[in-house]
């Protein structure tokens, strides 16, 4: 007994040496980002429901749509329950373990009968074993925190799953918007071209304007045609797109055409504030999976060491044995035994060391994935900064060739009605106004997409 004793307490001392060295993830953040935002009074910080800021029904209705019915969430959540249940397999093993069990024999044993005197003979036995395995090194214990440790991390990308969705939701409803106004545009400009071609007709059989006008003017007529269905084209590629993300089949999908201008977002995109870089760290669900991992990684570390400390299994059964059932639950049938041993490794072919290798390889890999997340999402917000800044300069410069090239072209019409230039002059400055409106959409709905981008990199929110 005293050296058993003493065999427990000098495994519990060696405990500490199976707990591998905590992982620091020292990383250095900067103080502030590079880019910054406009200096204006921001929009409020919504929590969770961060679309609630542009403030658009059917935005909210189809996001709400694919948090309850997008399959890529609901894989997520899958694998979260299965971390959730591990946790539960993991705990159970720090608990003792009971069983019951009823066995009934019947055999004969003829090398010791005389011949015709074989008489099959009985055994009934019923017993409840229970067994205890004490966590002297603290491996159960480490792989119960373990457990919680990968839960923890699939909790987070859970949410980070969500996150996505939920930008590509927006994304993909912003880009369906902005190719309803872009068909509104051309459609415009092909109702216009099809005016000039029915005056440049007439003026052509009344002998006014050459055949080559109307050439020039079928030319573009049909031109403008083909935008306008490649533009059709991709809005039922979006739409479908946006069905997936939904969760519905795309042949049952539909959203209504809606004017940009009639939009509550439209008059101007929201400001969203960059905060720190040390926040977003904290709020990026993907960051915090991969440091949930990280401290995972090391706990598996401390569980291949303590393989080599001495194990301490107890246990005992109980119950009784008799060979006629009657007389099962007689004083005289009772039998019990309580067994304790306590082992250890002293060579398995370097098994052991190898899968302390192993654990060590994925605490590298667990590591350097912490460092390539934060690192990601620090160049998420900068590129989103950086893509706002330059997207408002773009749209001011844009916002001044509309002005113009609708100057250009009211003068080349009323030079064209006076006769002092010719239709190519006003085709010409009609082509250019559309190209320079579908610029200067194009330009406004990219940044939706890079606010929408920027809320994502921010991990979903902007309250400091």
Known sequence: MPRFATLSLAALLLTGCATAPLAKASFETPAAFAGTTPAITPAPSQG?????????AVLNDLTARAMTRN????????????????IR???????????????ATTGANTATLSPGSQKPASAHGLGLDLSYEVDLSGRLSKAALAAK????????????????????????????RALDEDRAI???????????????????EEGDVAEIDVARMQAEVASTEAQAAALDQQRAQVAHALAVLVGEPASDFDIATVAWSSEPWASAVPVIPAGIPA????????????????????????????????????????????GDLGNLFEDTAKNWSLTGILSQAIFDGGRRNAGIDYAKGGLDAAFADYQQSTLVALSDVEDQ????????????????????????????????????????????????????????????????????????????????
């Open 186 to 204: 051309v459609r415009d400009t092909l109702a216009a071209y099809r005016g000039s071609l029915d005056v440049t007709q007439r003026r052509f």
């Open 385 to 464: 900064l950086s893509d706002l800044t330059y997207l408002r300069q773009q749209q001011t410069a844009q916002d001044q060739a509309v002005s113009a090239a609708s100057r250009a072209l009211a003068m080349s019409q009323s030079r064209y009605t006076n006769g002092s230039s010719s239709q190519l002059e006003v085709l010409d400055a009609q082509r250019q106004l559309l190209a320079i409106r579908r610029q200067a959409l194009k330009v406004r709905a990219a940044q939706y997409q890079s606010t929408v981008g920027l809320i994502r990199a921010l991990g979903g929110g902007w309250t400091s």
């Open 71 to 86: 399959n890529t969430i609901k894989l997520a959540a899958a694998h979260l329950e299965q971390a959730q249940a591990l």
């Open 89 to 103: 397999s993991s705990k159970a093993d720090l608990w003792p373990q009971a069983g019951i069990g009823y066995q």
């Open 279 to 322: 926040d977003v760290l904290q709020r990026r669900p993907d960051v915090t999976a991969s440091y949930a991992s990280l401290l995972a990684a090391q706990k598996r570390v401390g569980i291949a060491k303590a393989a080599w400390l001495p194990t301490l299994s107890l246990t005992a059964s109980g119950g009784y044995a008799s």
């Open 48 to 56: 969770t429901a961060w679309w609630l800021v542009f403030d658009d």
């Open 149 to 176: 440790l990968d839960a923890q991390a699939q909790d987070a990308l859970l949410k980070d799953t969500q996150l996505l969705i939920q930008s590509r939701v927006a994304e993909s409803y912003f880009a369906l």
